[in-house]
């Protein structure tokens, strides 16, 4: 059974910085694409960033761009979100998610997901 954890959210003041970490654990000889989205209260949920197997592609939401980072250690299936600049707008559960195909965006199919992990930016 594949398992998505993430670990790291919290209260964070505007301008600040915050790192997310996901660990997917299942089928230790399967490698996962993964991927962070959001979802602010009020608002449908978000693509963040995908990254694929080897880290080798990554993909952003074109207006997040330059303020977030994803990383991932592919020999143990864990990825990380780096969020800087963080404003209220950013205040959000943040869900890391992970699919068998080797991918970091579009068409990608996310299978797998955690449970999210709370960001509250204040002003």
């Known amino acids: 059974q594949v398992q998505v954890v993430e670990s790291g959210g919290g209260l964070v003041q505007a301008g600040g910085s915050l790192r997310l970490s996901c660990a997917v654990s299942g089928d230790p000889y399967q490698s996962y694409s993964m991927a962070w989205f959001r979802q602010a209260p009020g608002k449908e949920r978000e693509f963040v960033a995908g990254i694929n197997w080897d880290g080798s592609s990554t993909y952003y939401w074109d207006s997040l761009k330059g303020r977030f980072a994803i990383s991932r250690d592919s020999r143990t299936n864990t990825a990380r979100l780096r969020a800087s600049e963080l404003t209220p707008e950013d205040t959000a559960v943040y869900y890391c998610?992970?699919?068998?195909?080797?991918?970091?965006?579009?068409?990608?199919?996310?299978?797998?997901w955690g449970r999210g992990t709370q960001v509250t930016v204040s002003s």
């Open positions: 998610a992970a699919a068998r195909q080797d991918c970091s965006g579009d068409g990608c199919v996310y299978a797998y």
